[in-house]
């Protein structure tokens, strides 16, 4: 059996889970979804592999641009387990949208997990997630998942989430500030290409997916959200994160 791991990772958190779930996978392939430059329409699989499919939650759902690029991979039977990683406030509609994407890409879905990572814009929230207790119950997550492919059980997990989706919300959209010395890695690792590296100060908002890992990795942390926009999300989310979340499995 073969063993992939598909991930869109803009700012590594949801990276951390899929490796923690797959620790104890040999010889474990990454397909990254965040390359905009791969041929997604070339990747094919054969039956006998077993994926991890992570992504975020962004406001309840995965981000079109990620889903868009797993319905061009070709599953052919692929076993695999779709992960939502959301920061401690809700995953709501995403791992039933991801269940549909991977279905219809010839993926056959035996689990679901949820998983808490760092919340990509109000770091206090989720602070620190996926930490070392985290990992160890993932990597058992893992290991039960395993024995399910390997037994050839393939029962459909009752997965949560509502049909129609939820709607997408409107992101913030990051901007640099004085401090830019227009290096260009932002643009360089853009992965919806909303940067352009002749003018990496512009955001591009019709492009941008509000993932910020151009925040995460501006070497002078020139480029930033809105401090009154941030302000105000963080106080919407509160009650709902006051409450740290536990990871889920369905299997």
Not at 194 to 220: F, G, L, Q, W
Request: hydrophobic share 40%; net charge positive.
């Amino acid at each position: 059996m073969k063993y992939y791991q598909i991930v869109f990772s803009p700012t590594g958190g949801t990276e951390r889970v899929s490796k923690a779930i797959t620790q104890n996978w040999s010889d474990v392939d990454t397909i990254d979804l965040s390359a905009p430059d791969t041929k997604f329409a070339d990747i094919c699989f054969d039956s006998d592999s077993l994926a991890v499919i992570a992504m975020p939650s962004f406001g309840g759902v995965a981000p079109q641009l990620a889903l868009n690029r797993l319905a061009m991979l070709k599953g052919n039977g692929t076993k695999c387990v779709i992960v939502a990683v959301y920061g401690n406030r809700a995953y709501e509609d995403t791992l039933v949208q991801m269940e549909d994407y991977a279905q219809n890409a010839g993926f056959q879905v035996i689990a679901a997990i949820s998983a808490v990572a760092e919340h990509s814009i109000i770091h206090k929230y989720a602070a620190g997630r996926p930490n070392v207790d985290d990992c160890k119950e993932l990597s058992e997550f893992g290991d039960q998942i395993l024995e399910k492919a390997t037994s050839h059980n393939l029962s459909k997990p009752s997965i949560p989430g509502n049909r129609p989706y939820k709607k997408a919300g409107t992101g913030m959209v990051p901007k640099a500030d004085s401090n830019c010395t227009t290096c260009g890695l932002c643009a360089q690792k853009c992965l919806a290409g909303a940067i352009s590296a002749n003018t990496p100060r512009a955001t591009d908002k019709s492009k941008c997916i509000s993932c910020m890992r151009c925040v995460s990795i501006c070497p002078v942390h020139a480029r930033k959200v809105s401090s009154l926009m941030t302000t105000i999300a963080a106080a919407a989310i509160k009650k709902a994160c006051s409450v740290e979340k536990a990871n889920e499995l369905f299997i």
